[in-house]
């Protein structure tokens, strides 16, 4: 399995739509609170490269964008791969 990093902030629906995919998938993530202003945000912005929205998905390491580019993955077909559970 793959670690996942998703960072978030509270009353975010694309946070919570992203978590929600995340969770139907049935993998282990790790989901970290990062509103603005906070340490955790600023390393999500590090991490991604420069992007400041929330959610920021990580796979391995490797950033993966937010919530569309997450949905993107899975309409493609190529989310599964990503998450080790292609069948």
């Given at each position: 399995m793959p670690a996942i990093d998703i960072y978030t902030q509270p009353g975010c629906p694309y946070c919570i739509r992203a978590v929600r995919l995340l969770a139907q998938k049935g993998v282990p993530f790790?989901?970290?609170n990062a509103?603005?202003?906070t340490p955790e945000r600023a390393d999500?912005?590090?991490?991604?490269?420069g992007r400041t929205t929330?959610?920021?998905i990580f796979i391995d390491g490797t950033p993966v964008g937010g919530c569309d580019d997450l949905m993107a993955?899975?309409?493609t077909g190529r989310l599964d791969?990503?998450?080790g559970a292609a069948g």
């Open positions: 790790n989901e970290i509103p603005h202003g999500s912005i590090r991490r991604s490269g929330v959610p920021q993955l899975e309409r791969g990503l998450l």
